[in-house]
């Protein structure tokens, strides 16, 4: 990161919305807008002559798609490249092809404002960048994260009679490449269900269960109301609903509710893990912490530990943003903390550890 202000390249193939972003950047002392492009090729072109912290980049565009434009962007500059925040419109192919960038590498993304009160939309934006900017300042940039799914070593796992276990996974920042990464191996090695709160608007959660369910053993859904928790299946919160466990045993369903949001999130990790130590206590349970910014999920771990379970958190080293790794540890509550390529074992041993 270069010193002084954060250095933005806007990438955007309407003109219009190019001004609109510039505007949004306007009021923020700490950043200034060093360039302005229509297309994915020019955005290429402007990188290697500019230095560049940060790049706003349009999902759909002719010619290059976002995606293509941040895989061309590693390819050629690795990690010299700068963080990328996806802007993409509320439809089905714009989530898609965000979740796609975001588990290849994306920082993080912006939906696009529509149509409606422009000062309200304008407020929106700001702040919605003001967070990804935030994000980007504490991210560790530099510090891939690994896909491990082919090069983990076989691993005793419990036995099926023992996979009576749960596992409940929190994340915001970074979370959707560290679940591409995490997931399938994981899936490999036990049966128990996966319960995922992963901070993203309705729409969005949806693609991320897509994607993910075409690496993993277990299936992999966006939760419904009722929907019974099965082995060998993966569940990932609806954007814009909580998602709680409701019922005990055989009969364990999820329940979702629109209620308020907490630690500014719906869904939360908190709400998730809170049901979860009152449906399962006395059941085998691994609370997981990944990358993210804020405190969601340290009061909840407070309660699942309360409630008999392990509780992990991502280090500081692996995240993209050791925001909520970090309040979880501080609860004191943390058995382990683990890298992401390390954290697949480091469940399964907590597992173990329960059947033994």
Avoid: W
Wanted: hydrophobic share 45%; glycine share 10%; with cysteine.
């Amino acid at each position: 990161m270069s010193d002084g202000p954060m250095r933005i390249l806007v990438v955007d193939d309407s003109r219009i919305f190019r001004s609109v972003v510039q505007s949004a950047f306007s009021g923020m002392v700490d950043c200034q807008v060093v360039g302005s492009v229509f297309s994915g090729k020019k955005a290429l072109e402007f990188l290697e002559q500019n230095k560049v912290d940060l790049i706003t980049l349009d999902v759909e565009m002719p010619e290059m798609n976002g995606l293509e434009v941040l895989r061309a962007m590693q390819e050629r500059f690795g990690e010299r490249a700068p963080a990328v925040v996806m802007l993409s419109a509320h439809t089905r192919t714009g989530a898609k092809v965000t979740i796609e960038a975001l588990s290849a590498g994306a920082v993080g993304f912006v939906t696009k404002p529509e149509a409606g009160d422009v000062r309200s939309a304008m407020a929106t934006l700001s702040a919605d960048l003001r967070a990804e900017v935030d994000a980007v300042r504490q991210s560790h940039r530099g510090r891939s994260v690994e896909m491990v799914a082919a090069q983990l070593p076989t691993r005793q796992a419990p036995s099926r009679r023992d996979n009576a276990g749960i596992i409940l996974i929190g994340s915001s920042t970074g979370g959707p490449q560290a679940l591409t990464s995490l997931l399938p191996p994981l899936c490999g090695m036990c049966g128990c269900p996966i319960i995922v709160v992963q901070h993203m608007p309705p729409l969005f959660t949806k693609s991320l269960a897509d994607n993910l369910d075409r690496h993993c053993q277990h299936k992999v859904v966006e939760a419904g109301d009722r929907m019974a928790i099965e082995d060998e299946h993966v569940y990932i919160a609806p954007g814009g609903l909580h998602l709680e466990l409701a019922g005990s045993g055989a009969a364990l369903r999820c329940r979702l509710s629109d209620g308020a949001p907490e630690n500014g999130c719906r869904p939360a990790v908190d709400v998730l893990f809170r049901s979860a130590a009152k449906a399962l206590e006395g059941r085998p349970m691994v609370g997981v912490i990944l990358t993210g910014m804020g405190n969601d999920g340290a009061t909840g771990v407070t309660l699942l530990k309360s409630a008999g379970a392990q509780i992990l958190v991502q280090d500081e080293g692996s995240c993209v943003v050791y925001g909520m790794p970090k309040k979880a540890k501080e609860t004191g509550c943390a058995d382990a903390e683990a890298s992401l390529s390390a954290m697949p074992f480091a469940i399964i041993d907590a597992l173990v550890a329960f059947a033994g």
